[in-house]
């Protein structure tokens, strides 16, 4: 005689709640954490907090002891500034220009990359050697090494004596972001391609697939989050680009080359308006956590992406 036990069926069953000591235990492991969470707080949020408080007086050097509140004043003035509205169209031509040129070039060298040739190794060291250089560092190079009108390697090659900075100073200063920037993209795009399925594409090849229909067709939306990600992390970068604009072209000629940050400075360091500088540098951070909002998201989609497979 067979005797059958009943199951219990697990859907009827009430959810286990965690217990007390389960939480307790979280709240131990993040423990060694907190002393991290505090220092990142102090040294970041006290000081963007004081920023705001001076956004809303009206504080000049040459006046020390006079800061009188006055609200939303600053704002006002800042966004209703010729120089600072010629200041944020700079900044988003400099910033376009120099990711939309990165990810080109940043494809290109990541396709080639994504073969096998002999001293591919070399040359993958050789490639991300650019944004290892520290931005000051790479900003001089070009600017006396390369754009120099009178020994720059520039007119030495092609026998000329343009004075490049002057002649052409947003595309100097955006020149210099795509040297150091390309190798950034390249990695992130290299890192989609290496996780492309090779047999989806040697089954494309066997279909009569030639390669630039597989380019087309299947490498470019495979690598759609991955150009998101790069011109979403390019952008938060290269809108606060001060380095390369302060060494090659100090914001000219005239307000040719004067970003966002760089006119934060001058209103800072020249007019003394630390009020206004403060307020501006107030909706620098808003639009880029804007910017970091799209970009967290890409990221969190390609994780989900990565799980599903």
């Known amino acids: 005689m067979t005797v059958t036990v009943a199951r219990p069926d697990r859907r009827t069953q009430p959810p286990v709640r965690p217990t007390k000591g389960g939480a307790k235990d979280r709240w131990v492991r993040r423990a060694p954490l907190l002393p ?12 963007f907090l004081y920023t705001i408080y001076l956004s809303t007086t009206s504080w000049n050097a040459l ?15 800042v966004l209703s500034d010729s120089r600072l509205r010629s200041a944020l169209v700079n900044t988003v031509v400099l910033t376009a220009g120099a990711v939309i040129f990165s990810l080109i070039l940043g494809l290109l060298f990541a396709l080639l990359l994504d073969r096998k040739f002999l001293g591919r190794g070399i040359v993958r060291t050789m490639l991300i050697t ?52 390309t190798p950034f ?10 996780s492309q399925s090779h047999e989806v594409l040697e089954a494309a090849k066997v279909d009569g697939a030639n390669a630039w229909q597989i380019f087309r067709r ?12 790069g011109a979403l992390l390019g952008s938060i970068y290269l809108v606060n680009t001060f380095d390369a604009i302060f060494s090659i ?14 006119e934060i400075y001058l209103t800072m360091f020249r007019k003394f308006e630390y009020g206004e500088a403060s307020a501006a540098g107030v909706i620098v951070v808003i639009l880029t956590i804007i910017v970091a909002t799209f970009a967290l998201r890409v990221i969190s989609s390609l994780f989900k992406m990565e799980e599903n497979r």
């Open 36 to 47: 991290a969470l505090i220092f990142a707080i102090i040294v970041t949020q006290v000081p």
């Open 63 to 77: 006046r020390p002891g006079d800061k009188p509140f006055v609200g939303f004043d600053n704002y006002v003035t």
């Open 130 to 181: 650019p944004f290892l250089v520290m931005p000051i560092a790479a900003a001089l190079l070009w600017k006396h090494a390369l754009f120099n009108p009178t020994y720059g390697l520039i007119n030495g090659v092609f026998g000329g004596s343009t004075d490049w900075v002057s002649s052409y100073p947003k595309a100097a200063v955006i020149t210099t972001l795509v040297w150091q920037w």
């Open 185 to 194: 993209m390249m990695l992130i795009l290299l890192a989609g391609l290496q």
């Open 218 to 229: 299947m490498t470019i939306p495979h690598l759609r989050q991955y150009l998101e990600l």
């Open 249 to 262: 072209t100090q914001g000219g000629p005239g307000t040719a080359t004067t970003n966002l940050p760089y």
